[in-house]
């Protein structure tokens, strides 16, 4: 019997050499340093060394792209949040505020390009923005609030109102990693070394935190 030729052509869609993760953080670097508008499928089909139809085929559309990207690396984010972000968690709420606090920051630090890409959708008003919002700043956000709220009323935390607290730890804080030219020019020479990342986060957290005396 004649061996069987081998088949030809491109391999199908779930068979790619690029997995599934490593398109994702791809595009996750795109759509952070290029923005939506910016981000060129074919591009990245290039840059992966894969053929120039093989993200349509496996996710569809750019904008399923995008969202399969968020809901990768953000939900990583709130998995990793969850434990800290309980109203009704145990242990110290000054203790939960602090893990919370530190957690966001260090993941952010991981992922640098998730802080970048966050700034560019929280500048235009649309389907995006409000994605990222309902599904991940909402989830997180609202029960931190809930234990600041809490930690303010007996006097543990300095009162700070809750859009002022997102954005200083969500933009403010995880700044040094996501823009790295600017952290080296204020004297921070690896804004993603972890223990560099570990004493800012923690920083960060006494900040909010309402020593007595």
């Known amino acids: 019997m ?16 690029a997995s599934r993760d490593e398109i994702l953080l791809v ?4 759509f952070a340093d290029r923005g939506y508008d910016g981000t060129s499928v074919r591009e990245l089909n290039r840059a992966l060394g894969v053929s120039h139809n093989l993200i349509n085929r496996r996710f569809g559309s750019k904008e399923q792209l ?3 990207t968020v809901d990768r690396w953000f939900g990583e984010l709130v998995e990793a949040l969850d434990p ?11 203790e939960r505020l602090r893990d919370f606090v530190v957690t966001f920051i260090e993941v952010n630090a991981r992922r640098p390009e998730m802080a ?44 700070v109102p809750v859009g002022t607290l997102f954005f200083l730890i969500a933009h403010g804080a995880t700044a ?38």
């Not at 800290?84 to 000054?94: N, R, S």
């Open 27 to 30: 595009a996750l670097r795109s």
């Open 176 to 213: 040094p990693a996501a823009h790295r030219p600017l952290a080296a020019l204020l004297g921070i020479a690896e804004p993603t070394d972890p223990e560099t990342v570990r004493v800012h986060a923690r920083a960060v957290a006494e900040l909010l935190i309402q020593h007595p005396g």
């Open 84 to 94: 800290t972000a309980k109203l009704d968690g145990a242990g110290d709420p000054v």
């Open 2 to 17: 004649e061996a069987q030729a081998p088949r030809t052509g491109r391999p199908p869609a779930d068979k790619s050499p």
């Open 66 to 68: 995008w969202k399969a």
């Open 116 to 159: 970048r890409l966050m700034n560019a959708e929280a500048s235009v008003a649309g389907p995006r923005l409000n994605y990222l919002f309902e599904r991940f700043i909402a989830p997180s956000l609202v029960p931190a609030a809930a234990i600041g709220m809490q930690l303010q009323a007996t006097g543990r935390m300095r009162h």
